[in-house]
């Protein structure tokens, strides 16, 4: 074991990020992510970085397109109603291939809805949630050790493909404290940024960062390049965590705090004898497809705080080849295993 710390999840994100070469936040607060921001602000100034409470989402997240553009790491945080806020600005630095992490801690929808945690911002997260064709790498972590290393990873994977990242927690995950192994966050790994507008030194032209196209053509050029550069990341990037698989009557499928129930849920299913095995997603975008595609179970059940969003992809990625059923809490209410139990108990009258 390395440097073990005790910490809530909003502050693990921090040190993680920080750790991985971050050193320019924009932010505004809101429950339940504001820890992280009251974090930054402590942290960031000691090693001469940017900390900036800015004046509103919007204006937060059109920072960040800036400091982005510049080539350097930067990130920004919020929650539900405050991502939609900055999706405006999310898909214009995603329309201008910038590189950086967007957090966002989900709380309960729509609307102001609630303070509790909830997992209801899937489908903004992993259809782009703005306007126009674009993607955003989407990481799941289930943990506090998680949020620490995918955090990390992130900065590295946006850099890499030039394409925004979203880690995509809850506010259990951000409010709940538990270790994080810190000596687990990997090296930096810093693409090189040719097209940063960080100064001409008179070496070269200047750049130019734009998401305007007024020619059609070169509009759509742009658009395709762009897709065939998702569709390499779609087939590298499938990220998730399976076991129990081979023999299952029925996969369970959940992400973030809820797989830690369904686990649970699991494991008293298959002491009472029934074939149960988990997929769990960690790229919630691109969507673990493959794995889907191997399994030959007789039912699939998706696990979800919200009112079935993840079901759709399940539908796609298994083609059919099973029924898919859904159990879900909303509004801030967490399920539990026993709920997990009964619905297996439900559908495996049906299906066998």
Request: glycine share 10%; aromatic share 8%; charged share 25%.
């Amino acid at each position: 074991m390395g440097e073990v710390v005790l910490m809530k999840g909003n502050e693990a994100i921090v040190e993680a990020a920080i750790r991985s070469g971050c050193k320019h936040f924009f932010g505004y607060p809101i429950t339940p992510q504001t820890e992280l921001l009251a974090y930054m602000a402590k942290k960031l100034p000691k090693i001469g970085g940017t900390f900036l409470q800015a004046e509103s989402e919007v204006a937060a997240v059109n920072m960040l397109y800036g400091a982005a553009s510049a080539g350097v790491r930067a990130m920004t945080s919020s929650s539900s109603p405050g991502i939609s806020l900055k999706s405006e600005g999310i898909s214009y630095i995603a329309a201008a291939d910038l590189p950086c992490v967007i957090v966002n801690i989900m709380r309960g929808g729509p609307g102001l809805g609630g303070i509790q945690a909830a997992q209801s911002d899937y489908f903004q997260a992993t259809r782009g949630g703005g306007h126009g064709d674009y993607h955003l790498i989407v990481l799941a972590p289930n943990s506090i050790q998680e949020m620490v290393r995918l955090t990390a990873d992130g900065f590295n994977l946006s850099e890499e493909y030039r394409i925004p990242v979203m880690l995509l927690g809850d506010g259990t995950l951000g409010q709940m404290m538990e270790p994080g192994d810190l000596d687990e966050i990997p090296q930096p790994i810093f693409a090189e940024k040719p097209w940063a507008t960080n100064g001409t030194q008179g070496k070269r032209k200047p750049n130019i960062t734009k998401t305007l196209y007024l020619d059609p053509q070169e509009l759509e050029d742009t658009v395709i390049e762009r897709e065939e550069r998702y569709n390499i990341v779609k087939e590298n990037l499938q990220r998730y965590d399976a076991h129990d698989i081979e023999d299952a009557d029925i996969i369970i499928s959940s992400f973030g705090i809820t797989s830690r129930v369904v686990e649970t849920a699991v494991k008293e299913l298959r002491k009472e004898g029934i074939k149960a095995g988990v997929i769990r997603p960690i790229t919630l975008w691109p969507f673990s497809e493959k794995i889907y595609k191997r399994v030959n179970p007789k039912a699939f059940l998706s696990v979800e705080m919200n009112m079935g969003q993840m079901v759709e992809d399940i539908k796609l990625a298994c083609e059919c080849k099973a029924p898919v059923y859904f159990y879900g809490r909303t509004g801030g209410i967490i399920p539990t295993p026993q709920e997990v139990e009964d619905k297996v108990h439900e559908i495996m009258k049906e299906v066998m």
